[in-house]
């Protein structure tokens, strides 16, 4: 974060506040951190960019909180705070690494530095479309969404906590600044405004109307809608919608105040058109004229904009989700719900996605209209002027009946299109519930955790919801295939491989007449059909569509993008399951490469790929190579707290399962303990994977001599496994097999003992 808002120099507060002098010098050290220059600074903090010497070396930045604000209270509300941002883990979100307390008990946090600059400036930098800025913009609809999910409302969203990096698959913005105002009720930096009786927290020009103060129902996660609405309005018109710092410095606060609550913005299209000279820069940052832009604007896009920007939030979006599927159906040429759909409007995008065939129609219609009128022009030389006064009284007749119809049917057509667009939006936002809610609760059911679990119960509510799909009266391609991907994966976890592979067929099938040529939707597709083809044994298939899968990759310039680590990731596990580890680890290397330099070496997402690889390396008998990468793999997950806890426990398990294949038993039985209470921890007592880490624990203490433990244990899981799977189950008579070696090699200590004795 090293370039801000030219806003945020300006300060929007009434009463005096904290003195804003830096209270550090570049080359202080906090903790770990050695403060570089200082890039932000406000009334609670100081934000600087910090070199980080150990356990890794990178740059990050501080934020500081200011003396007066490091009371016992809003120290407890960041630490909240802090664990809250340690949930979210999206690519466009900057992550929170470290927080903590300096030498004089000033609490601080430490976040990932973004080296880029607010998405407006970039956008006009760059000088994007306005089809790449909606695109630019709907991944930060992802960012918020994410947020959201995870219970934190942004409540200052605007292009300075919007930063863009280039990279090679194309812009990305990072959100950042998550929940400080949240976290710090008492914050008054340069833009919370404060009156003797109100507090409100957020940047005015980017403020929704309930957060100004006035009882309007609470604040909830619509007000990021809100501040979204005004961003997408900057981003295509240049300007905001409204002139606040203008009404504060001329009219006064409650002035300023009253705009926010009630005044109505001028649609893009109309701000662009009124622009005069200015208009012609702002098209010129577009690539296009203003009269092109005006156009471009005019319909969806300014339907989309104002309602996002309603003051009663009850008529916004509900989600920037949803407001990020309406430009998606703007950008696609399908009706958005923003508009209510009039047959005039249906009929336009018909002829935008029809174009070809409707100018044929048009032209033959043409003709036949050309050959009309000039008949009609030679019969009324040939009528005489009486004939001709009788036919037009007679026309004036039949022209007011046809229009008193006409006015009949629009009546009935408007009813019917506003019957249609209440009936479109209901079952959008409810097909847009069910994807979320479904997302939410089948993502969560991992390998592990349904291991040895009746599933039956899951199963018929999975399949009762893909009837749904097909049941549904308003059906949309788009949300359609993000459901069945989360079935298809809720079945591999499930360990059928093979109707994850009917579902994405049947998803690919369906969606790919609707899809662009190299749509990344339709990419992620197949690579998870690769997916379920290699899981399932299915291995020329999987060989043949990853051929096909890696030069469309390439050609979407995805050569660093996670469709490349995901096709690389499973052509080496399909290398290593036909025994050609070579190429295994080829793959797996360069995998690992590309998380490196794409998400960093310490990244939770940079870890998974390390494990990836070191099972490969195990498996081809490198055991060395195989514990480093799993030691490092490890190593990451420990420091980092916000990982995924089933990632963190699989890496463990890994390194103790890898350390005992080598023999260091007695300087890792810690670890082994650590292995089995973390499963405990995550799974419960009595279910499998608890079960075989407990196993695992049994073997690390037969080797360092510890039998009767190690006898305890494994008589545990011979106990467990009958109860899940019977006693005559494979896993129950192997695990008493076991039991039976370790009581054999007890009593054959004991015998060894006692002829030494004698």
């Keep these: 974060m090293n370039e801000r808002d030219p806003h945020d120099s300006e300060s929007a507060t009434l009463p005096s506040q904290p003195d804003a002098r830096p209270q550090e010098s570049a080359g202080d050290r906090i903790d770990r951190y050695t403060l570089i220059e200082q890039i932000g600074s406000g009334g609670f903090g100081s934000v600087w960019r910090a070199r980080q010497t150990e356990p890794v070396r990178r740059d990050v930045a501080l934020k500081i909180l ?14 909240a705070e802090r664990q809250a941002l340690a949930l979210m883990d999206h690519p466009f979100i900057a992550k929170v690494h470290d927080g903590g307390a300096t030498a004089a008990g000033r609490p601080y946090f430490v976040m990932e530095f973004v080296d880029g600059v607010p998405i407006t400036k970039y956008c006009d930098d760059e000088r994007l479309g306005v089809r790449e800025r909606l695109e ?3 991944k930060v609809c992802a960012a918020l969404q994410h947020a959201h999910a995870k219970g934190v409302v942004h409540r200052d969203v605007k292009p300075s906590n919007v930063l863009v990096t280039s990279t090679e698959s194309g812009p990305e913005p ?8 949240k976290a710090l009720e008492a914050d008054l930096s340069e833009h919370t405004l404060v009156t003797g009786e109100l507090q409100m927290i957020g940047t005015p020009e980017y403020m929704a109307p309930e957060q100004t103060g006035v009882d309007v129902g609470g604040i909830d996660t619509r007000v990021d809608v809100y501040s979204l609405g005004v961003l997408l309005y900057e981003l295509l018109t240049g300007a905001q919608p409204f002139d606040l710092r203008g009404a504060l410095l001329d009219l006064g606060f409650h002035e300023m105040l009253r705009r926010i609550r009630e005044a109505e913005p001028t649609r893009p299209s109309t ?31 300014d339907w989309i904009v104002l309602k996002a920007l309603e003051k009663d939030r009850e008529r916004r979006y509900e989600t920037p989700a949803a407001l990020a599927q309406d430009v998606r159906n703007h950008l696609d040429h399908r009706p958005v719900v923003a508009m209510p759909p009039s047959r005039a409007y249906l009929v336009s995008k018909f002829v935008r996605r029809n174009r070809i065939q409707v ?15 000039g008949t009609g022009w030679g019969l009324a030389w040939a009528l005489d002027e009486q004939d001709r006064a009788e036919r037009a009284a007679e026309s004036v007749g039949e022209a007011k009946d046809a229009a008193l119809a006409l006015v009949d049917e629009l009546e009935l057509a408007r009813d019917e299109a506003e019957q249609q667009r209440d009936r479109y939006q209901r079952e959008y936002l409810r097909a847009l519930e069910a994807k979320f809610l479904i997302t939410d609760m089948f993502q969560a059911v991992d390998p592990i955790s349904v291991d040895g679990a009746d599933t039956s119960l899951l199963r018929r509510v999975l399949e009762r919801a893909e009837r749904s799909i097909v049941e549904r009266e308003a059906r949309d391609p788009w949300v359609d295939v993000e459901l069945r991907s989360v079935f298809a994966a809720t079945y591999a976890n499930f360990g059928d491989h093979e109707r994850a592979r009917e579902i994405l067929e049947t998803a690919i099938a369906d969606f790919a007449p609707h899809a662009e040529e ?46 490349m680590m995901r096709t690389l990731e499973l052509r080496a596990e399909l290398a290593a399951r036909t025994g050609r580890m070579r190429a295994a680890l080829a793959d797996g290397g360069r995998a690992l490469e590309l998380h490196r330099s794409v998400y960093g070496d310490t990244s939770s997402r940079t870890a998974v790929a390390m494990g990836r690889l070191s099972g490969w390396y195990e498996l081809d008998g490198r055991l060395e190579r195989a514990e480093e990468l799993a030691t490092e793999s490890h190593a990451i997950f420990a420091r980092n707290l916000k990982s995924d806890p ?40 009595d279910r499998p994977a608890t079960l ?7 073997t690390y203490y037969a080797e360092v001599g510890s039998h009767v433990p190690a006898m305890q244990f494994q008589s545990d899981v011979v106990d467990g496994f009958a109860r899940i799977y019977g006693i005559d189950a494979a896993p129950t008579v192997a695990a008493r097999e076991r039991l039976a070696a370790l009581v054999e090699a007890a009593e054959a200590w004991i015998d060894g003992a006692d002829a030494s004795g004698r």
């Design 66 to 79: 200011k003396l007066g604000m490091d009371t016992e209270e809003v120290v407890r509300r960041f630490a």
């Design 136 to 138: 630019l913009f709907t």
């Design 174 to 181: 990072k959100v950042i600044d998550f929940g400080i105002a």
């Design 271 to 301: 701000r662009i058109a009124s622009a005069g000279d200015s208009g012609i820069f702002v098209a010129s940052m577009r690539r296009v004229g203003p009269m092109q832009l005006q156009s471009e604007l005019r319909g969806d896009l």
């Design 359 to 373: 100018i044929g129609a048009l032209a033959l219609f043409g003709v036949l209209v050309v050959g009309v009128i």
């Design 518 to 563: 190299r749509d990344a939707t339709l990419l992620d597709l197949r690579i998870e059909l690769a997916s379920a083809m290699v899981l399932g044994g299915a291995y020329e298939d999987a060989e043949e569509l990853l051929a096909r899968i890696l030069p469309e990759v390439v050609a979407s310039g995805g050569g660093e993008s996670r469709a």
């Design 646 to 685: 089933i990632w963190a426990f699989e890496a463990l398990e890994r390194l103790v399962l890898i350390r005992a294949r080598l023999g260091h038993f007695a300087a890792n039985l810690p670890l082994a303990d650590a292995y089995v209470d973390e499963a405990e921890r995550l799974f419960g007592a």
């Design 692 to 698: 075989r880490a407990r196993a695992v624990l049994a």
